[in-house]
């Protein structure tokens, strides 16, 4: 018999064709990280505020000067363009962008070309 050599088309998807597996979502490369030093917060809000990727929320507990300071609840979506440390009034935040595979190191430089 040759029924395993040959099967009919209309068998479609069983037609002896592996299936395709779905393929995974690319994973999102994180372009920035940001950094946050507590103790010198005072709890304005204005980084969270003017972060354009939500990244930062305020947080519940105090620092020691009695202030809730800002908190990466989203640190994925920081894109490293320190716009929270160009509002900070006590230079208490501040981002940087990570090097892209391949590229030498980070730089703050490498919008300006
Ligand atoms: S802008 Fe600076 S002082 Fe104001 S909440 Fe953010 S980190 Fe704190
Ligand atoms: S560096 Fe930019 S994206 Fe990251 S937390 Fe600061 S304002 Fe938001």
């Not at 204005?46 to 609840?73: D, K, Q, W």
């Amino acid at each position: 018999m040759t029924q395993d050599s040959e099967k009919p088309n209309a068998a479609g998807a069983e037609s002896g064709e592996p299936a395709a597996e779905p393929k995974p979502a690319p994973k999102r490369r994180q372009r920035g990280r940001v950094f946050i030093n507590e103790e010198r917060c005072k709890g304005c809000g204005l980084c969270i505020t003017f972060c354009p990727t939500h990244v930062l929320e305020r947080a519940s507990r105090f620092n020691t000067r009695g202030y809730h300071p800002p908190v990466a609840t989203h640190p994925e979506n920081c894109t490293g363009c320190d716009i929270c440390g160009h509002f900070c009034p006590d230079y208490a935040i501040y981002g940087v962008r990570l090097a892209e595979p391949g590229k030498p190191k980070e730089s703050k430089d490498d919008d300006k070309d």
